[in-house]
T-cell receptor, first 114, second 114 residues
């Protein structure tokens, strides 16, 4: 158990819909990262938050947004969903950004868009 | 930003033989290089990491080497066992303009043949 909690574990929805994925980082970790993993693909970095503020942006679509709340949990919002958005979405947390810290991954949220 | 290339995409070895996975990176300022193992349907987990002030690091059957001049690093697994079958991801820590995060390679599917 990494200490990072993601919900829901599985989600099936239709094209055009909007979903929210939730992540609770490890206790004490201030940094939250979101990654997308499509079938047979690597880990695509989407976005990073540190202590409530956006810290870095990767290949995140404009239809996607995220935020980190005062209690440090984070949500990834995916809207106007397309078939290609079907993927495993991982949240990860670490202690101190900019330092050589290990990333702790959650179990992932598997999104299927039909 | 950082770019990480990983080869091969698939590697099949006989049980007991060694496996080597190679990665190159583009940002000479990168200074932290972890390797993650992802078993089927599970989250990525850190197995070993190396920092730029070290050329080699070992942990039982796994070792990582780093050549900063050539900007490449490799994962070596000796005496492979069936439980080594998984997807392995290399990563490099990039930083710049206050943004931090890991860039992952596309992964290597390691298959251990009995």
């Amino acid at each position: 158990d990494s200490g990072v909690t993601q919900t829901p574990k599985h989600l099936i929805t239709a094209t055009g819909q909007r979903v929210t994925l939730r992540c609770s980082p490890r206790s004490g970790d201030l940094s939250v990262y979101w990654y997308q993993q499509s079938l047979d693909q690597g880990l695509q970095f989407l976005i990073q938050y540190y202590n409530g503020e956006e810290r870095a942006k990767g290949n995140i679509l404009e239809r996607f947004s995220a935020q980190q709340f005062p209690d440090l949990h984070s949500e990834l919002n995916l809207s106007s969903l397309e078939l290609g958005d079907s993927a495993l979405y991982f949240c990860a947390s670490s202690g101190t950004p900019g330092r050589d810290g290990e990333l702790f991954f959650g179990e992932g949220s598997r999104l299927t868009v039909l | 930003g950082e770019n990480v290339e990983q080869h091969p995409s698939t590697l099949s070895v006989q049980e007991g033989d060694s496996a080597v996975i190679k990665c190159t990176y583009s940002d000479s300022a990168s200074n932290y290089f972890p390797w993650y193992k992802q078993e089927l349907g599970k989250r990525p987990q850190l197995i070993i990491d190396i920092r730029s002030n070290v050329g080699e690091k070992k942990d039982q059957r796994i070792a990582v080497t780093l050549n900063k001049t050539a900007k490449h690093f490799s994962l070596h697994i000796t005496e492979t066992q069936p439980e080594d079958s998984a997807v392995y991801f290399c990563a490099a820590l990039f930083s710049g303009g206050g943004a931090d995060g890991l860039t992952f390679g596309k992964g290597t599917h390691l298959i251990i043949q009995p």
